[in-house]
């Protein structure tokens, strides 16, 4: 049994189709002698169940392979990363190999699309981008990203969050892309502001990361905002 707003997601053949309860206050049919009107709205929002391999000159975005690990590993020592991410904190195979098998698993959970960065000559993995689906009912979707250290400077997240906009803003029922970024991380802000997202303000408190709250800016990319 589900609950006033709550959003029940159902596969449909290879698209996922939500549907919503919402319940109104104060009751439109106030005849009936209760304190709600319950509506059910059903709404047909159908994105592919299949994560898309997307490609360019620059990079290609795909699945996640056991042949990652190494990556993983890798920035599991990362100051950052582990604390925005489940990427696991700990350098050993097994951790990389579960943070590896749970990304495969974000589109059947049906949580979102996570993609490994990776180079187009070498198909070798340099950070990963992810696009998340909690708030499609609302038409909105958020990104995050990260690159591995040694990989930095060189446009690959840039590059990542153009081509995953564009995808994004493709897909059925999405009509704004968030990004969340705290106000020091100048590398994230300009990043998104490189493809066009637009600051909109300051979230004050917004989350925990580690163990403080934090601000967040809020930037957001609408069809309108691409050339
Ligand atoms: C943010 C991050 C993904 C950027 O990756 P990247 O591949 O190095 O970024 P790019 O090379 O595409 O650079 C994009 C823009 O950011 C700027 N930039 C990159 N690193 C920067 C830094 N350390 N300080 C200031 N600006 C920086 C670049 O100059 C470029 O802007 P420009 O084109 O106007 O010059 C990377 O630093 C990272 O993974 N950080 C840790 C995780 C993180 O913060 N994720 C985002 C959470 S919101």
């Given at each position: 049994m589900d609950t006033a707003g709550q959003v029940l997601a159902t596969p449909v053949g290879d698209g996922l189709r939500e549907r919503r309860q919402v319940v109104h206050f104060?009751?439109?049919?106030?005849?009936?002698?209760?304190?709600e009107f319950v509506c059910w709205q059903t709404v047909d929002v159908s994105v592919p169940l299949r994560l898309p391999r997307l490609e360019d000159t620059h990079l290609v975005l795909r699945a996640f392979v056991d042949g990652d690990a190494h990556l993983i590993q890798d920035v599991s020592t990362d100051p950052f990363i582990p604390l925005i991410t489940s990427?696991?904190?700990?350098?050993?195979i097994e951790s990389a190999h579960a943070f590896i098998h749970r990304q495969q698993a974000r589109l059947d959970d049906h949580a979102g699309y996570s993609f490994a960065i990776a180079d187009?000559?070498?198909?070798?993995a340099l950070g990963q981008i992810g696009l998340w689906l909690p708030n499609l009912m609302q038409g909105r979707v958020s990104i995050g990203y990260w690159v591995a250290a040694r990989h930095r400077g060189r446009g690959i997240a840039r590059h990542a969050l153009a081509s995953i906009s564009t995808w994004g803003l493709g897909l059925?029922?999405?009509?704004r892309l968030e990004l969340y970024v705290e106000p020091w991380n100048q590398a994230s802000w300009r990043t998104a502001e490189r493809v066009g997202y637009q600051r909109e303000g300051l979230l004050r408190s917004w989350q925990t990361v580690g163990e403080e709250r934090r601000d967040m800016y809020m930037y957001s990319l609408l069809p309108r905002d691409r050339p």
């Open positions: 104060p009751p439109f049919k106030p005849t009936r002698g209760v304190g990427v696991p904190d700990v350098p050993d187009p000559a070498s198909n070798e059925p029922g999405v009509h």
